[in-house]
């Protein structure tokens, strides 16, 4: 039996990599790992021809299932071995010298040869034949000297970078008095006891890589889908509706859950493999999942690792969910853009509650407990989370009322800009100049606010502008209504008051003016200011119309001694300089 599973490992090895080179794009479009390439083809068929194997020799022999159960435990364990050597091996034989750790490939590959011998070995049953079980047994020692010679060896041959160099002497050291133990101790007789040490070491060796393979593989595959790394990723978020840019935040929870189970199926197989009894195994894996008692509070791991990964996935599903609503579902609603925000924003809270209430329910939370937990509340908010519960139910108030919302050019206290988002806690403003200032949203209720885009983007523009004394007011007048007529910006069509002009006020050095107009989008009122200025300069200068600036008379009693009398040159302009008589 020994002797056909280990043709069919063979065969399902060599087979599965006979086929890789035809599954390679295949799996290379579905999944771009560079552990699995190949080491997929070669587990699979492995696993399939082994299990063909085992259930052929159930029916042809009329075996039991316990008869050849650990045998198919074994082929699963040569298939987890040839994924094992086969991402090494690639890693190893494409690693450049100096960039990483560099292994000999042929010590590797002995050491990896030796270890399944003695897994074999040390699992055969040969009590019923004498002679051949001392044979096994002289066998036995033979290869745990090999594996312990092997392994010095190959510790001793392996090239550290420069970041590990410090490293290299302790491990040489360390590996050498374990295999001296190791030897000591076979050679003295306790053969079982140095199997014992030398499979709990390479099994947990096996095992810490397996854990990095698996958190490697969760990180790749369910992290992947955070960014969308691989092409089958970007396929998968575009059939999902998810923008490049947007990612889903309950992702690294699942990721975080995934991986902690991960931890503890290894932590339960590092105790099996160092002997802990079926009874305290039992007992610890009654533990964490019906959980131990901590006064009369009952913890359970396994059922608040559970809730965690429910409200993880829960958060997931909300998110995609408001983005669907706010770009898909919604996109031809009849509702104001105002309504849909607040309709995406509600229903994210809502979504996020139930999953909370999910995630404590399989956790095991008991909400008979809930009158304790408000009261604990109301002394936490009477003491310091006033200020959080005001912005949260004035952030409610704003969603609800919508006074403010996103887009409006709002103005409060000394901050002006636009709208940029209104989250739970506060809303993020926008200013001109693109800074981004964070106003709470008690003070936007509390506080006297200008919205200067509340119901529409209508707006009026006031340009103020003088004439020198002496002008054609009518003719001022004619020219400015002109200028605003010109400008499309400006609503001339009745929907607003007409633009106007204004003759406020004899000035001190002109004659005071005033256009207002109403603006389509106020957005605009500085481009339009800008471009009405440039038209008045025109018009003005084409009709000779001049714009005064303020003058100012200086007249100096005596100058200093030593210094000239100012001659005929001309003053600077504005300023009349006069000597007194």
């Given amino acids: 039996m020994l002797l056909i599973l280990l043709i069919l490992a063979g065969t399902g090895a060599v087979g599965g990599l006979k086929l890789f080179p035809l599954l390679q794009n295949r799996i290379a479009s579905y999944l771009d ?18 299990t063909s194997g085992a259930y052929f020799l159930h029916v042809t022999q009329k075996t039991q299932p316990p008869v050849y159960g650990p045998w198919l435990l074994l082929s699963v364990g040569l298939c987890c071995l040839s994924l094992f050597l086969f991402h090494l091996r690639n890693q190893l034989e494409t690693r450049e010298a100096g960039a990483g750790v560099v292994v000999p490939l042929p010590l590797f590959r002995a050491l990896v040869l030796l270890c399944v011998l003695l897994f074999l070995l040390t699992h055969l049953d040969a009590s019923d034949f004498a002679a051949l079980a001392t044979f096994l047994e002289i066998v036995r020692s033979v290869v745990v ?3 312990c010679l092997t392994g010095c060896w190959l510790v001793w ?9 410090r490293y290299r002497k302790a491990m040489r050291l360390g590996m050498t008095a374990i295999a001296a133990a190791l030897l000591i101790i076979e050679l003295s007789g306790y053969a079982n006891f140095s199997s014992f040490l030398l499979i709990g070491l390479l099994g947990t060796v096996m095992m810490a890589y397996l854990l990095r393979f698996a958190l490697f593989f969760i990180d790749e595959v369910i992290g992947g889908l955070f960014t969308g790394k691989y092409p089958w990723q970007q396929r998968l978020r575009r059939k999902l509706g998810l923008p490049s840019q947007n990612n889903l935040m309950g992702i690294t929870w699942i990721r975080v859950t995934v991986k902690l189970l991960a931890w503890a199926a290894t932590f339960m197989l590092f105790l099996q493999l160092w002997g802990l ?3 305290q195994l039992t007992k610890i894996r009654t533990g964490l999942i019906d959980g131990f008692g901590i006064g009369e509070l009952i913890v359970s791991p396994a059922r608040i690792l559970l809730g965690v990964f429910i409200f993880a996935c829960g958060w997931t599903l909300v998110s995609w969910m408001k983005m669907q609503l706010e770009r898909r579902w919604l996109e031809n609603a009849s509702f104001s853009l105002s309504a849909k925000e607040t309709l995406v924003t509600m229903t994210g809270y809502c979504g996020i509650a139930v999953a909370v209430i999910f995630g404590l329910s399989v956790a095991g939370f008991s909400f008979s407990n809930l009158a304790v937990i408000a009261g604990a509340l109301s002394v936490g908010i009477g003491f310091g989370m006033q200020n959080i519960v005001n912005n949260f139910v004035s952030g409610l108030i704003i969603l609800f009322e919508r006074p403010v919302k996103r887009g409006d050019w709002i103005s409060i206290g000394n901050t002006e800009g636009y709208v940029q988002k209104i989250s739970v806690r506060s809303t993020l403003i926008q200013t001109f100049d693109r800074s981004d200032v964070i106003v709470p949203n008690s003070e936007l209720i509390s ?8 119901h529409d983007n209508f707006g009026r523009l006031i340009v103020p502008m003088g004439v020198a004394y002496g002008s054609d007011t009518e003719l001022v007048r004619t ?20 633009p106007q002009v204004l003759f406020l006020a004899f000035g001190d050095s002109a004659l005071n003016f005033e256009l207002r107009c109403h603006l389509r989008n106020i957005d605009r009122r500085l481009n339009v200011k800008s471009e009405i200025n440039y038209e008045i300069d025109r018009a003005f200068r084409k009709h000779n119309i001049s714009m005064p600036f303020p003058q100012r008379d200086l007249y100096i009693k005596e100058f200093p001694r030593g210094m000239n009398t100012p001659g005929a040159g001309e003053p600077a302009r504005g300023n009349n300089i006069h000597r007194a008589g």
């Avoid at 790992?33 to 082994?50: M, V």
């Avoid at 041959?157 to 160099?165: G, Q, R």
């Avoid at 506080?447 to 509340?454: D, E, P, R």
Wanted: glycine content about 4%.
């Fill in 145 to 147: 000297t090999a594996i």
């Fill in 479 to 498: 020219i400015l209504l002109e200028i605003a007529a010109g400008i499309k910006e400006v609503v001339n069509d009745g929907s607003a008051p007409k």
């Fill in 447 to 454: 506080n006297q606010v200008t919205n200067m885009t509340l």
């Fill in 157 to 165: 041959s392996i090239k550290l970078p420069d970041t590990l160099i």
């Fill in 33 to 50: 790992l560079p552990p699995l390439e190949k080491g997929l083809p070669a587990l699979t068929i492995s696993l399939a021809t082994l």
């Fill in 277 to 279: 009894s079926d009874k």
